[in-house]
């Protein structure tokens, strides 16, 4: 076997069944081992759109997302969604190439230096070298999908493509590093300080994140909310993590100041504020030590040094078993209701009005989809005021770049997770100006046959920094702009493209979108002015 083949095989045996990318002279070998392994190549039309594919691919399977890039401006057309993968903790695999270090003392077209240009933006940077593809693959699996999971960049020297040079074992790939209990076990001190601080709560509350929902902590948490009537606020990235319908479910926050108005300062008000799997990166700045140091309980999957907040007690440990090991409070929580007025105060505050806009868009599309469908959602004003109305049963159903917030990543990420699961429904929800940053992305989507929605909230202005320079007292600059035809777009790479006006039409456009072999892109034109004020 060669090297190619050795890493490609290990991928494979990780559970990788999907691959995306571009390729180049450099990276045909690796390109062909992955279909002889059984790892089925997705040709995208730009590099960056292909990141997104594999963490689509990731939330749908489960297995390491795979990026093949060539060399040069091919791996440097990805740093955008590497980044993402990097702050979003997604575990993906960046496959390229490279020329040996004698060439390169010489040869200068298209080299860089991608250790220099990935290093920041990645947990890991290998190289093979003869005799060490099974080991480096080896190690670039268990990197990435150790906590926090995160992107490894792979490269493999074009001199090691000879089979002659391998001649390698087979390996059993290594387990990823997962957050074990540490401190946290019957009779340290750790856990009897925290469940002395639970014991004596009045006002407890969780604020669960993006680590509750790689460590499956529902059970843990729906006992605590259930079993002690104790709230539950999540990130945007942990919605879903308790059923948002449920009675201690107070939804996703993080990015609105209208629903922080009710948020912080029931945080504020808590003597026992329990962070399970929280990381504030997903916040904005008003998130900055929003509780007493001295009554907040931290269960970390990862080490934290962001100086956000402090906390009494902090540990790195499995999450679901951490919560599970706190006991209960002594007397019941929350004597004077304010979880409750907090929740109806976010019902009134994000009503939905009876006039078409955005609130009814998003209400509607929630209503209305199947009910095992995937939502992907862009960055931009809809996306705030989204998470805030929909509402999601399960976790990793609404998929977003939450603490990046990269433009740009609904459509691939939708595609991505539709080339995965084909039979599951899958949603993106993308404004005017992040559509027409990913039009190309349709061709890829036209080629898979397959039913996927694409709805497109219209106002013609990248409506959030607008907002933002109004409260700035700013002109509005540089923000607006002539907006496309989009259904026109849709019609030209082969899918179907419609304008909706009212809910009749969206509920009409949705019925049969889902039964065609086609993709479907449902412009939405509304007020930008329905955002002021709304999140």
Same mark, same amino acid.
């Given at each position: ?36 392994? +059984?790892? !089925? ?5 730009? !590099?960056?759109?292909?990141? $997104?594919?594999? !963490? +689509?691919?990731?939330?749908?399977? *489960? ?67 003869? *005799? ?7 190690? &670039? ?22 089979? &002659? ?70 990130? $945007? ?100 209701? !304010? ?7 976010? &019902? ?67 595609? +991505? ?72 777009? &849709?019609?030209? $790479? *082969? +899918?179907? *493209? ?32 329905? $955002?002021?004020?709304?999140?």
């Amino acid at each position: 076997m060669n090297a190619a083949q050795i890493i490609a095989n290990g991928l494979a045996g990780a559970g990788c069944r999907h691959a995306f990318g571009m390729p180049g002279g450099e990276v045909l070998a690796l390109l062909d081992a992955l279909r002889v392994a +059984g790892i !089925e190549f997705t040709l995208v039309k730009h !590099e960056n759109a292909g990141g $997104y594919m594999a !963490e +689509g691919s990731w939330h749908a399977t *489960g297995a390491p997302g795979i990026l093949l890039a060539t060399i040069g401006p091919g791996v440097s057309n990805a740093v955008n969604t590497v980044a993402n993968a990097y702050q979003e903790q997604v575990p993906l695999i960046v496959l390229t190439g490279c020329i040996s270090h004698t060439m390169a003392a010489q040869f200068t077209h298209q080299v860089i230096d991608h250790v220099a240009l990935f290093s920041s933006i990645t947990k890991a940077t290998l190289r093979v070298d003869q *005799g060490t593809a099974a080991v480096m693959v080896d190690k &670039a699996l268990s990197i990435a999908l150790s906590d926090p999971p995160g992107p490894v960049l792979l490269e493999l020297p074009d001199e090691y493509l000879d089979a &002659a040079h391998w001649q390698e074992p087979d390996r059993t790939p290594a387990a990823p590093k997962l957050a074990e209990a540490g401190n946290w076990a019957d009779g340290s001190k750790t856990l009897q300080q925290a469940r002395d601080m639970f014991a004596k709560a009045e006002k407890p509350i969780v604020l669960a994140g993006i680590g509750a929902v790689h460590h499956a902590a529902t059970p843990a948490i729906l006992e605590l909310a259930e079993k002690h009537q104790v709230p539950v606020i999540t990130t $945007y990235k942990a919605k879903g993590i308790l059923p948002e319908d449920h009675p201690m479910a107070l939804g996703g926050h993080g990015l609105s100041p209208l629903s922080d108005k009710t948020i912080l300062p029931l945080l504020a008000k808590s003597d026992c504020v329990i962070l399970a799997g929280y990381d504030p990166i997903e916040m904005r700045s008003d998130w900055i030590n929003p509780w007493q140091p001295e009554n907040a309980i931290e269960i970390m999957h990862a080490a934290n040094e962001h100086g956000m907040h402090r906390a009494a007690v902090r540990f790195v440990g499995d999450v679901g078993k951490a919560l599970a090991a706190l006991c209960a409070p002594n007397d019941p929580v929350w004597p004077d209701g !304010e979880p409750a007025v907090a929740k109806a105060e976010l &019902a009134r505050a994000f009503a939905i009005p009876d006039e078409w806009g955005p609130h009814q868009l998003f209400a509607t599309l929630n209503a209305a989809l199947p009910q095992d469908a995937i939502t992907t959602v862009d960055t931009g004003a809809h996306r705030i005021l989204l998470n805030q109305i929909w509402r999601c049963d399960h976790p990793e159903t609404l998929l977003q770049s939450a603490a990046f917030c990269s433009m740009g990543v609904a459509v691939p990420l939708a595609i +991505g997770y539709k080339r995965a699961a084909p039979d599951t429904p899958v949603l993106a929800v993308v404004g005017d100006a992040g559509f027409d940053m990913v039009a190309g992305d349709l061709a890829t989507l036209r080629e898979m046959q397959v039913p996927m929605v694409i709805v497109v909230p219209v106002d013609n202005s990248l409506a959030l920094i607008e907002k933002k320079q109004t409260a700035m007292q700013l002109n509005a600059h540089g923000v607006r702009f002539a907006g496309s035809d989009i259904p026109v777009i &849709a019609q030209a $790479y *082969g +899918g179907i *493209g419609e304008v909706i006006q009212s809910k009749d039409d969206l509920l009409s456009a949705l019925a049969d979108a889902w039964s065609r072999n086609t993709f479907t892109v449902l412009a939405c034109p509304i007020d930008k002015s329905a $955002y002021d004020g709304s999140f």
